[in-house]
Structure formats: structure tokens, C-alpha cells
């Protein structure tokens, strides 16, 4: 795959954080935490890579299928955690692997930082102790860069995800400049966005999108982008950037 520049990343702003990329592969994260977690981030990263691979070199299937697919009773914690969020969204576990990732990398470094922010392709899993904005990148959409999510503390971690069919390398059924789902599950999280994204064609296809996102359980919040129109439900608080 190649290495895509992420020029959002420039405009992410947390001065009370130490902020840091991890590149392996095709998993790229961008990590904000109380201190430099470089070693321990990359070291988490390689390993649950590793499980995934070993995995797919055992069912292939696994990272063809664009449906939910039943994994061996062996497979690790984090293959099971893919297929789990797949179901539940009615798409295939890849959709759910940077989602994944981020949040089982987020809750190991968990345990050396009480703030954490984990991003990882637009899907992230964050633990905060004080509000922060989240900016929306829509690419050609009147929106992008104009508006984004304001975001509060909870008691525990949760994930603000983000799919797109018009930007990025994420294969995607749809045409949604973007869709951002808020849940406890970075997995599922990820896994719907691409769900609700996957049946924005149109902009009179957002009614649609937000009709299947009541359907998947577990998401909080719901904001879709197609062109010049915008659609909400759930827990969102939009703010001018």
C-alpha cells in the first residue's frame, strides 16, 4: 500500500500532550498521551499486527469478505473483537481493523498515560479529562475544515470514527464526503461508519444512512456529509472551527 501524507494531522492542537506518529506498514497512528510512549506504542503495534496476519495466513476469507464472517474458536482476542463489530454493523471485519487497532493499542498505553488519544486513519479512541474539538476533513464539501465535533470527558475510553467514500485509501461502496460515528467501541465505531457510508450514493440518501444507524446498536451519535448537506442524530455538538 502506499504511504498517504496526512496533512490533517497538522492541524491537531492538545499543548497539554505529547504528540508522536507511529508508521508500521500500513498502520499509521497518530498519538497524543501525557508523555513520549513511542517504544511501547510501536512494540503494542507490531504485536497485534502480527496476530492479525497470522490470523488471515489461516483464513484468508477473513480479509476478502465484505460480509460478517465467523472466525475460527482460536482466533486472538483482537480477530474476534473485528468479526464481533462486523456483525453487529453487517460488513466485513476489515472494516473494523483501524478502529481496532487504535483501541487496543489505546488501552494498553493506557496503563502509562491518564490522557490518551489514539488516531489512526480518521478512526480514533480517546480518553480525556477535559473537552476537545474534534475537526471535521470532508474533502471537497463545504463543511470540510469548517466545522467539527466538540467533544467531552468521559469516565471511560471511547471512539470517534470516521468514514469517507471520496477521500482516502478506505474502500468504501458509497460517496459520503464523510460519516462520524461516536460509540464506546472504537471496532464497532468503525465497522458502522462504514456501514452507513456504504449506502450514501446521493445527497437524498442521508435520510437512509441515519435510518441505518438507529438499526446498530451501541452507537451514540451519528453526523453524515454529502456535498452541501449534513445529517444528525444522536449525541453530536457541531462547532465552527
Known sequence: ???????YRNYVKAENLIKFEIIEKETDLLILADKNLYDKALAYVVKYRAEIERYIAVDPQFAKTFSPHRVR????????????????????????V??????????????????????????????????RKVGLFAGSSPFSEKIGLEIEPREEPFAVCTSSGTVGHSFSFGQADAVVVIARSAPLADAAATAIGN??????????????????????????VKDDQIGVQGKIKIVPL
Open 1 to 7: 500500500m502506499v504511504y498517504q501524507t496526512r496533512a
Open 73 to 96: 474458536y482460536d482466533a486472538p482476542p483482537i480477530v474476534k473483537e473485528m468479526a464481533k463489530a462486523a456483525r453487529r454493523a453487517k460488513v466485513g471485519p476489515m472494516a473494523a
Open 98 to 131: 483501524a478502529g481496532t487497532i487504535a483501541q487496543f493499542v489505546g488501552k494498553d498505553l493506557l496503563e502509562f498515560s491518564d490522557e490518551l488519544i489514539v488516531e489512526n486513519g480518521g478512526d480514533i479512541f480517546l480518553k480525556i479529562k477535559q473537552p
Open 199 to 224: 449506502v450514501i450514493k446521493e445527497v437524498t440518501d442521508i435520510g437512509n444512512g441515519l435510518k441505518l444507524a438507529k438499526k446498530i446498536r451501541g452507537l451514540d451519535g451519528v453526523l453524515i
